[in-house]
């Protein structure tokens, strides 16, 4: 899929607020830090759609783009972060949850891992919410330019054997950098397919 426009659309805390629109969307979610923001303006081909920031805990609220008129891109919160009052984190967790419990337009959610971290209870736990509630999921590992290929291929393994004890199947998954696009065509490709189906 080729990326002709891009446009920030409005963020807010409330899915009752989010754009009224019948356009399919695609989700993206992961611990605070994990580079959610930098794959949106990878994957848009922006500088700086999404806000992007060394400090975890940058995206606060429910961001929804515009893309080629015809599906929205929304940019979530990230869930994890230590530095986030107690009151912070269960309001996160509140809207995010909603989002995810009403939001018929979702059609699937990345979520993103970041490829240098061995399995993480936090990430496993979130998997486990998705899939009790039957919310379709892909997974992204994201900073790949971080590591040497051997290295990265072993953690991606390790994941992988780790979802086999508790998953009967592995979600789709994808290998990105934002650093130098990795995975860009196949995520775009991936939900071109979705869209046309
Ligand atoms: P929050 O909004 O705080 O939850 O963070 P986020 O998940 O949106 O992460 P963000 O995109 O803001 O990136 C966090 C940090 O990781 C920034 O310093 C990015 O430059 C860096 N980063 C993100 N993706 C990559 C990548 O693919 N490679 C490298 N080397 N760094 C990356
Ligand atoms: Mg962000």
Not at 20 to 29: G, K, R, T
Not at 57 to 79: A, E
Not at 134 to 157: G, M, R, Y
Request: with cysteine; proline share 5%; glycine share 4%.
């Amino acid at each position: 899929m080729k990326i002709k426009t891009s446009a920030f659309v409005v963020s807010n805390s409330d899915v009752a607020k989010c754009p009224v629109s019948h356009l399919p969307e695609y989700a993206f979610i992961g611990r605070s830090n994990v580079g959610k923001s930098s794959l949106i303006n990878m994957l848009t081909g922006r500088k700086s759609l999404a806000k992007v920031s060394g400090k975890p805990g940058k995206t606060r609220l429910i961001n929804h783009f515009l893309i080629n008129d015809n599906w929205h891109l929304v940019d979530l919160p990230g869930y994890g972060y230590a530095k986030v009052s107690k009151q912070e984190k269960k309001t996160f967790q509140k809207y995010i949850t909603a989002y995810f419990e009403k939001r018929q337009q979702l059609v699937n959610t990345f979520i993103l891992i970041d490829c240098r971290h061995e399995p993480q209870p936090i990430d496993l736990e979130f998997l486990e919410w998705m899939g009790t509630n039957a919310i379709p999921f892909s997974l992204v590992f994201t900073k790949a330019d971080k590591l040497k290929p051997q290295a990265l291929e072993k953690n991606v393994a390790e994941y992988k054997a780790k979802l086999m004890e508790t998953w009967e199947e592995l979600p789709p998954y994808f290998i990105t950098s934002s650093a130098n696009q990795t995975g860009r065509d196949d995520i775009l490709n991936y939900i071109q397919s979705i869209n046309e189906t």
